[in-house]
């Protein structure tokens, strides 16, 4: 027979690791494998950063986030966290509050409990090369400004993908 003690320390330690599943997070690899230096941005969560060549960034993207969305800066010189970048540019900001000004490639994402969706967009202009993939779905990949991969136009419904929530990785490449 149980201690009367056990009893709720068992039901305590289930329904923590319960709530622990239910928020779980989205972790997204950001790469640049570029030549050049790319100042990735991500809204809204994340901010932006400064990635040279070779170097990843990894954020953890909570579950309930909607209208998710990551994009490359290029051009950028900053002084501090205020600056200016020749494309996707956040009004001045290092760590972006509010998605960069056209042209510029998105990978755009909704983290949900049970299933998450993710694409690339090429609607509001191109600007690099870029793949996005998820743990248990396509990888996309977009390397002009017509690529078949990619959002070409707002109604253009059929470059939305699926990939089962919770607990995924995402891997979005500058340069693939």
């Given at each position: 027979?149980?201690?009367?003690v056990a009893?709720?320390l068992v039901?305590f330690?289930?329904l923590?690791?319960?709530?622990?599943?239910a928020?779980a997070?989205?972790?997204?690899?950001?790469?640049?494998n570029?030549?050049y230096?790319v100042?990735p941005?991500?809204t809204?969560v994340?901010?932006?950063r400064?990635l040279?060549s070779?170097?990843t960034w990894t954020l953890?993207?909570p579950?309930?986030?909607?209208?998710?969305?990551?994009?490359g800066?290029?051009g950028?010189?900053?002084?501090?966290d205020?600056?200016?970048?020749?494309t996707?540019?956040?009004?001045?900001a290092?760590?972006?509050?509010?998605?960069?000004q056209?042209?510029?490639?998105?990978?755009?994402f909704?983290?949900g409990?049970?299933?998450d969706?993710?694409?690339?967009?090429v609607?509001?202009?191109?600007?690099?090369?870029?793949?996005?993939?998820c743990?248990?779905g396509p990888?996309?990949v977009?390397r002009?400004?017509?690529?078949p991969?990619a959002?070409?136009?707002?109604?253009?419904?059929t470059k939305?993908?699926?990939c089962n929530?919770?607990?995924?990785?995402?891997?979005?490449?500058f340069?693939?």
């Amino acid at each position: 027979m149980a201690s009367p003690v056990a009893v709720p320390l068992v039901l305590f330690l289930v329904l923590a690791a319960s709530a622990a599943g239910a928020s779980a997070a989205a972790t997204f690899n950001i790469k640049n494998n570029c030549r050049y230096t790319v100042w990735p941005a991500a809204t809204p969560v994340g901010g932006g950063r400064q990635l040279n060549s070779g170097q990843t960034w990894t954020l953890n993207i909570p579950s309930g986030t909607n209208g998710g969305r990551v994009w490359g800066r290029t051009g950028c010189s900053f002084n501090g966290d205020r600056g200016r970048c020749q494309t996707g540019d956040c009004a001045g900001a290092l760590s972006c509050k509010l998605s960069g000004q056209p042209p510029l490639t998105l990978a755009e994402f909704t983290i949900g409990t049970d299933q998450d969706f993710y694409d690339i967009s090429v609607i509001d202009g191109y600007n690099l090369p870029m793949s996005f993939s998820c743990s248990n779905g396509p990888n996309l990949v977009c390397r002009a400004d017509k690529c078949p991969d990619a959002y070409l136009y707002p109604t253009d419904d059929t470059k939305n993908h699926a990939c089962n929530g919770n607990n995924n990785r995402y891997q979005v490449t500058f340069c693939p």
